[in-house]
Nanobody, 114 residues
């Protein structure tokens, strides 16, 4: 049974930082691409970042240069370091794996507000 568990969200002021974690189980973690998505109130879920099994990374233009995705295969965990946060980054953040079906975590809320 595949499970993804996100953590690390919270309330932060504009310009601040947060680090999200996504711990996976039920998959051969090191072989899988892991993606982060987010969904703001009233908006569609959007892709944020991805990291492949060989640690190749990609980012949405809206977060490029501010967010960094990384992975620790020994801990079955992917991280999303978010710096220079803006109010428009406020959303529920989800991690995703396709193995081969689509699996999602429960999400973690990030609120950027003064």
């Amino acid at each position: 049974q595949v499970q993804l568990v996100e953590s690390g969200g919270g309330l932060v002021q504009p310009g601040g930082s947060l680090r999200l974690s996504c711990e996976a189980s039920g998959i051969i973690f090191r072989l899988n691409t892991i993606r982060w998505y987010r969904q703001a109130p009233g908006k569609q879920r959007e892709w944020v970042a991805a990291i492949t099994s060989v640690r190749s990374t990609n980012y949405a233009d809206s977060v490029k240069g501010r967010f960094t995705i990384s992975r620790d295969n020994a801990k079955n965990t992917v991280y999303l370091q978010m710096n220079s946060l803006k109010p428009e980054d406020t959303a529920v953040y989800y991690c995703n794996v396709q193995s081969p079906d689509d699996y999602w975590g429960q999400g973690t809320q990030v609120t950027v507000s003064s």
